[in-house]
């Protein structure tokens, strides 16, 4: 079998993720942080190592500011719901996940006023044409890292140094790159990092998170009050980080299981991971461009996006191709529109959608060139399903 | 067991969260420092959880270390 779906979630997970997870619940299994015993604290400490192991990759000095959520999702709406409020503006691409793009259509309903800035055919964002979008009620621009769709990778430093000068906040989605491709908070002008564990982070999934830089401190509504184990004496919901965004009990076998992934991710550097992904996305781009009848859509530079190829066969429907794919070549991957509509009309492919494959750390050159036979079988013999 | 008990006694430092309490470990531990995370004393604080007890005697050097981030130090004090 061999597994392309990455981009959706990390599959498998190094060894190391399922073991801390299971020493969690067989060891020390405990509550994190309410209680005073052995076990609740060993329980905190694993918690703690996750946020120290996250503000670390992330370039993020203060733990205490990184912030878990269940997935990326759960980060992004309180980024967005927790700041944004009638009369304000905010800017976007229409590259964006739904993650983000639902919940400014449901903050539009309430006032908020939403720009979204065109991308060039592969997906790439002009800087220019995202300054020309902000006005003086603009309070934030909230751009994806990578896209899910294409990979293409988002001018993110420029970005952040153009929101310092207009005194913008600046909210990345690196649901796509984190863990694959450097990220700095402070070095690229990043306020609010939203991030989800089951990617690229190698962590379960029911993990994320968003870091929250100084600009945005005190800023951001929560989403969800309730206990934090802290100033108990109150019924008046805590205003400090990171409990004032974490009401509930953590999912703390979840988080341990992150630790692990965070460590791994250490352990072999981003920057290998990322050259192993980027030859195997260079391969592929090559390899699929050659077949006749084939289309990748995208940048066309494996330096330019992560290692998310997506494409169309002529002839065939890309959920036909994906079922053929999985039936003669045991090939997992994903077809349709991926959570994205808008980065699909702007792509030329709505709504039909594309076939996505997301190659990992775990994939090597011989599954690809498996993979790009398997497509160019198909490709020279098309099904009609388009007629 | 008081017989291990430093001379001065012992101090806490409280936080206003756990995640505090976790932080002030690791600082405690990079300047070799001893320390202990214990339960709140219920008499001293109404949050649940734990807080750190050290050797007062200690005190300046805790009070140094916890300074270089922010914790959410909620008191140092004797216990
Ligand atoms: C670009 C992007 N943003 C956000 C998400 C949402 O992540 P999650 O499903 O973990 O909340 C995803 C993945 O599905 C994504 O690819």
Redesign the pocket.
Known sequence: MIYFDN???SWPKPEAVPKAMGRFLGEHGANPGRSGHALSIQAGRVVFEARERAARLFGHGDPMSVVFT???????NLALQGLLGPGDHVATSTM?????LRPLRFLEGRGVEVSRVPCGADGSLDPADLARSVSVRTRLVVL?H???VVGTLCPIAEIGELSRERDLLFCV?A??SAGVCPIDMAAMGIDLL?F????SLYGP?GT?GLCVGERARGRLRPLLHGGTGSASDSDVHPEFLPDCYEAGTLNAVGLAGLAAGLAFVEEKGVEAIRAHETALAARLIAGLREIPGVGVLGTGSAERQTAVVSFNVAGWRCSEIAEALEERAAICCRAGL???PLAHRQLGTFPEGAVRFSPGLFNTETEVAVAIDAVRELAARPKGGLS | MSSCEPEEGYGVALFRSVQGALGAERLLLAAGIAHKLIPVPRHISSNCGFCVRFAWADRDRVEHALAVADLGTERVMRL
Not at chain 1, 96 to 100: G, K, L, M, R, T
């Open positions: 981009a959706a979630t269940k997935n990326a999702t759960e980060a992004l964006e996940h739904n993650s983000v994806s990578a896209s899910n989605d649901a796509q939203a989800t564990g089951h990617k999934q994320g991926h959570c994205a």
